[in-house]
């Protein structure tokens, strides 16, 4: 069946430095979706950005991913790490299989430092 | 837009104890579903309903109930709360077996079995 992998539980970055939560997958169907939803301390998970177009960037609120079937892989990235990117981040599958379940990483959790 | 709240935020049960857990949503949303977040584990699905009166099993129904009387609720129990378990429940809903559309997620329901 269809699944996702978060290898990092936890990530630590000083603030400033470039951001890159790694997400690879596994699907038979070629019109899967991937999305990364994101979760703050006492707020709802929500979402990030998705995509399913091979090969093009997306881009939201200072994040982008890149969907690449070839590797399966949906990377999400940030220039500059900021405090308040301190959040619990989950990559997530969707395909017509699943009939718009979404099937979830183990989630990496990043944890900004001044 | 709208909101999914679930009562209550938190919940404090004692071994083998039934307990149940409620969401309310008013973004008019076909699909709702029961998440079960573990660190490290992601969010696991528990129970979905793709309508009023509809029921299917995720991956983690075992241990669990569902009810969707009503479009706007959907509540879950717990037969039978396991000793020292701590666990956040989220529920969430989306307008319905669409590949690409987003999920929308409450607050959660933190449970600790004492």
């Known amino acids: 069946g269809d699944s996702v992998t978060q290898k990092e539980g936890l990530v630590t970055l000083t603030e400033g430095l470039p951001v890159m939560l790694n997400c690879t997958y596994q699907?038979?169907?070629?019109?899967?979706?991937l999305f990364w939803y994101v979760h703050y301390l006492n707020e709802s998970p929500r979402l990030l950005l998705k995509?399913?177009?091979?090969?093009k960037r997306t881009e939201h609120q200072g994040f982008h991913a890149t969907l690449h079937k070839s590797s399966s892989s949906f990377h999400l990235q940030k220039s500059s790490a900021q405090l308040s990117d301190s959040a619990l981040y989950y990559c997530a599958l969707s395909d017509h299989y699943n009939q718009g379940k979404l099937i979830f990483g183990q989630g990496t959790k990043l944890s900004i430092k001044p | 837009g709208g909101i999914i709240t679930q009562t209550p935020k938190f919940l404090i049960g004692q071994e083998g104890q039934k307990l149940t857990l409620k969401c309310q949503q008013n973004f008019n949303h076909d699909t709702m579903y029961w998440y079960r977040q573990d660190s490290g584990k992601g969010l696991r699905l528990i129970y979905y309903?793709?309508?009023?009166?509809?029921?299917q099993k995720g991956d983690l129904s075992e241990g669990y109930d569902a009810s969707r009387e009503k479009k706007s609720s959907f509540s879950l129990t717990v037969t039978s709360a396991q000793k020292n378990e701590m666990a956040v429940f989220l529920c969430?809903?989306?307008?319905?077996?669409?590949?690409?559309?987003?999920?929308?997620f409450g607050k959660g329901t933190r449970l600790t079995v004492v």
């Open positions: 995509s399913s177009t091979d090969n």
């Open positions: 969430a809903s989306s307008i319905g077996r669409v590949t690409n559309t987003e999920v929308f």
């Open positions: 309903s793709i309508t009023e009166n509809d029921l």
């Open positions: 699907t038979i169907y070629s019109n899967a979706f």
